[in-house]
């Protein structure tokens, strides 16, 4: 049953592909994040129990699976539906006209503009803390980043820098520069944030996309950076938690990467038990973590949202800990099975719409928006509305340092522009006629 729910899946994504590969935005980007963490576990279960042994149970049962199947299958349906008739491939915004934006003189200085504040925000979390790899446990290096989000939100910034200067000089030489850019930034950020990788993959890979957009690199070689990105991902792990490389290292490796990308056991906790849904009680409670706590001096650290719901309610864990429920997960706490299908499908369209706004209506909301579309998978992998509120939260910031940007352009002085018109043939007749 399970292989044949993946056999299923993989042919409707690869209907998904066929139709939105000229189009990467958040509705390709979501969708492969979805089939990655809540489809392509099978082969990789598969694959860990026969050649290592590790005797890992199926997260889910066969009919709950087949469902999750079913809720994939109607996503890739409905954004193959609304990718016909919103985003024609013939109303896709060029690289021709977003490498135009960049070469601009408005674009040049928002890339300057966003490069000061990202470096700015960098400089001040390192006086602020340091190199915190050695904070601690989880929760320990979760309370030492409080108060540090606005810091981080504008930091990355820097992401929208390493796109801008790509599309501007779309070479291999500029691709290279901009990974290294964000690496660095995603580095320092680990360093800084006590081990965080989030904001390292998530500013790499708006690069490889618009790389391959640009054409730059195909879609193998994108395969093969992915793969080394999880590999990247998971050796990082090592080093956050110390652990010592020796035997059992395979073993290990393969646990790491099945806790980063396919975090499926949450499921075996949440769906197929009895359990009193909540609704949308701890929906909105993740935007709350938008307010200053310059604001609300008495804001927890520990915001009551589904994904701590999960961890304190159902796993019976105290404050210090946070685990992911996942975003099917976290639509089975708030509704069971109807939820995760209409959870499926909001997030389907919330995604289209997003691409309408980037893809088609506006340079400036591509960059703005763009460099955020990691943020997708966190939809899939951590809970439903903490990937929501990330992509809205950091493409905001992006359009506030937009505007900055924009005012300092206003205040620069401008060429003056000619008074009086090129003489053509027809104003020439028109000048003889009056005379």
Not at 54 to 71: C, H, N, Q
Not at 106 to 125: E, P, Q, Y
Request: proline residues 3%; glycine residues 8%.
């Amino acid at each position: 049953m399970y292989f044949f729910c993946f056999i299923i899946a993989t042919f409707f994504v690869v209907l998904f592909f066929r139709k939105w590969k000229r189009a990467l935005g958040f509705t390709f980007f979501g969708t492969l994040s979805f089939y990655v963490i809540m489809i392509l576990w099978i082969p990789y279960y598969i694959i860990c129990n026969g050649l290592l042994n590790l005797g890992w149970e199926y997260p889910v049962k066969p009919e709950s699976m087949a469902l999750i199947t079913a809720a994939f299958c109607i996503s890739c349906f409905i954004s193959i539906f609304l990718k016909i008739l919103l985003i024609p491939n013939r109303k896709i915004l060029t690289p021709a006209l977003i490498h135009d934006f960049s070469k601009s003189t408005k674009g040049r200085v928002f890339t300057f503009v966003a490069f000061v504040i990202s470096a700015s925000c960098v400089a001040a979390l390192f006086m602020m803390k340091g190199v915190t790899l050695d904070v601690g446990n989880y929760g320990t290096r979760f309370e030492s980043n409080a108060g540090t989000g606005l810091f981080t939100i504008l930091s990355y910034s820097m992401v929208t820098v390493a796109v801008l200067r790509l599309y501007r000089n779309p070479d291999l030489k500029t691709l290279f520069f901009s990974v290294a850019l964000v690496l660095a930034y995603g580095m320092l950020l680990f360093l800084t944030l006590g081990g965080a990788r989030n904001y390292l993959i998530a500013a790499i890979i708006p690069i490889l996309l618009a790389g391959y957009s640009l054409r730059l690199i195909s879609l193998k070689a994108l395969s093969f950076f992915s793969a080394m990105g999880v590999l990247m991902i998971t050796s990082l792990a090592l080093v956050r938690y110390g652990d010592s490389v020796g035997v059992g290292l395979f073993e290990l490796l393969a646990l790491y990467t099945r806790d980063t990308v396919f975090p499926v056991e949450s499921l075996s906790n949440i769906i197929d038990r009895s359990m009193k849904f909540v609704g949308f009680d701890y929906f909105f409670n993740q935007f709350y973590a938008i307010i200053p706590r310059a604001l609300w001096p008495g804001k927890p650290i520990y915001l009551d949202t589904i994904a701590y719901f999960y961890t304190e309610q159902m796993l019976g864990y105290g404050k210090g800990l946070i685990i992911a429920p996942t975003g099917i997960g976290s639509l089975y706490i708030m509704g069971g099975w109807i939820a995760i299908f209409v959870g499926s499908l909001m997030i389907s369209v919330f995604f289209v719409f997003l691409d309408y706004l980037t893809l088609r209506k506006s340079v400036v909301f591509y960059f703005c928006a763009f460099p955020s579309i990691f943020f997708a998978f966190f939809c899939f992998r951590e809970s439903m509305e903490l990937g929501i509120y990330k992509i809205l939260l950091h493409s905001m910031f992006a359009l506030g340092v937009y505007a900055l940007s924009n005012g300092v352009y206003r205040l620069l002085p401008k060429k003056q522009k000619r008074l009086i018109a090129p003489i053509t043939s027809r104003n020439m007749a028109k000048i003889q006629h009056i005379s």
